[in-house]
């Protein structure tokens, strides 16, 4: 189904006025119904996979795999599928139906299902690459006057130290933090940028290099004061391990859709807590399913920093499901429902949809 956005959104490797994402329903042999969303982009630029090959992972691989399986808990629904490699975006939306799924039909929110406690959470804005110095200040007063009290800042080279000096000129006291999308490399003019960025007092720099570049972050990390994110560089409790052993940040971006699930995401989450690493769930402009379950797994205690998980109407005029995600202040509150937490708002599917699979058990 395709969602319009509200502002148009550059990062260091495209822009975007609209999205596409896969909405995926599974329905059990009682008729409960669980959604998932399957939040890739158009293009393999923030990983390998992009909507057509999710598309066809999921309607190849994945829904054969689980249709007409018996399983008792939505943690045992990802091994349905352990053949297959990669493709995280694809399972996870498949796991965070079999997720709410669960949820739904167990009678619990979809939170305490994760093992949640916090009954709201903090939600951050990640911005994008404006045209100007001037349009983003214009969008970091909108949202830092929508109440919202973290802001991240994408930047590209050329479009880094200049943008994070006005925004801290203009806000001392803001948590700020910048995210390069790997595009940086260790050659002396990019490393001289990142390390201009450490007197900024920014709360991180998210993967400055590239997703397999564990080393490129350690070194780096070594030589700032700044904390080092990882996003793009972590698709497993391997790379986790790995990245924990090299030192490579000291901070973790956790995406349910990078991490291939829900059931991942929080294994990660316990894994990079107890190793004493700053924590926050990342988003990748979710529709309302995606992003009611980050609102649930950032509701895990270990989640220390806000989340990318701003209110429905940063990115669209409508969303999908009733009612949208809502923030106050910069919070958004944790359903207490049964399941995700709101409606699929199904006519609107209905109109917004550009292809439609269907399979059941014969
Ligand atoms: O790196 O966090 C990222 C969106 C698309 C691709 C990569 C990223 C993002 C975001 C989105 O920053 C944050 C959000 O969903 O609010
Ligand atoms: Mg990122």
């Not at 352990?82 to 949820?103: C, I, P, T, Y």
């Not at 979809?110 to 214009?138: F, K, N, Q, Y």
């Not at 006519?347 to 439609?356: F, G, H």
Request: hydrophobic fraction near 45%.
């Amino acid at each position: 189904m395709r969602l319009d956005l509200v502002h148009e959104f550059q990062t260091s490797s495209h822009r975007k006025g609209h999205l596409d994402h896969i909405l995926v329903r599974l329905v059990d042999e009682d008729g409960a119904v669980g959604w998932g969303e399957i939040a890739s982009a158009a293009d393999p630029y923030y990983n390998a996979e992009n909507v057509e090959t999710c598309w066809l992972v999921a309607r190849d691989y994945l829904l054969p795999a689980v249709l007409g399986a018996h399983w008792d808990h939505p943690s045992q629904v990802s091994a349905l599928w352990r053949k297959v490699r990669g493709n995280e975006f694809a399972k996870a939306g498949v796991d965070v139906a079999a997720w709410s799924l669960f949820a739904q039909a167990t009678g619990v929110p979809l939170a305490a299902a994760l093992g949640g406690t916090r009954t709201e959470v903090v939600a951050g804005v990640s911005l994008g690459i404006e045209p100007t110095i001037d349009a983003l200040l214009e969008q970091v007063a909108l949202h830092v006057g929508h109440g919202y009290p973290r802001v991240k800042l994408k930047i590209a080279p050329g479009w880094d130290v200049e943008p994070v000096r006005a925004v801290r000129a203009a806000y001392p006291d803001l948590d700020v933090h910048v995210d390069a999308n790997g595009v940086y490399t260790e050659s002396d003019e990019h490393l001289a940028a990142l390390r201009a960025l450490d007197e900024h007092r920014l709360t991180m720099i998210e993967q400055p290099f590239a997703p397999r570049d564990l080393l490129a972050h350690a070194r780096f990390a070594a030589t700032v004061t700044t904390p080092v994110c990882l996003d793009e560089s972590v698709e497993s409790l391997a790379d986790l391990r790995l990245a924990l052993e090299l030192s490579a940040g000291r901070v973790l971006n956790i995406k349910v859709s990078r991490m291939g699930g829900l059931t991942a995401a929080v294994a990660a989450h316990d894994l990079a807590s107890a190793a004493g690493l700053g924590v926050w769930c990342g988003g990748m402009h979710e529709f309302g399913v995606g992003r009611y379950a980050n609102v649930a797994l950032s509701s895990l205690p270990g989640f220390t920093l806000p989340s990318d998980v701003s209110g429905s109407d940063k990115y669209y005029a409508r969303d999908v499901v009733l009612p949208p995600v809502v923030a106050h202040a910069g919070r958004v509150s944790v359903p207490t429902v049964a399941g995700l937490g709101a409606q699929v708002d199904e006519e609107y599917l209905a109109a917004s949809t550009l292809r439609v699979h269907e399979v059941a058990v014969a």
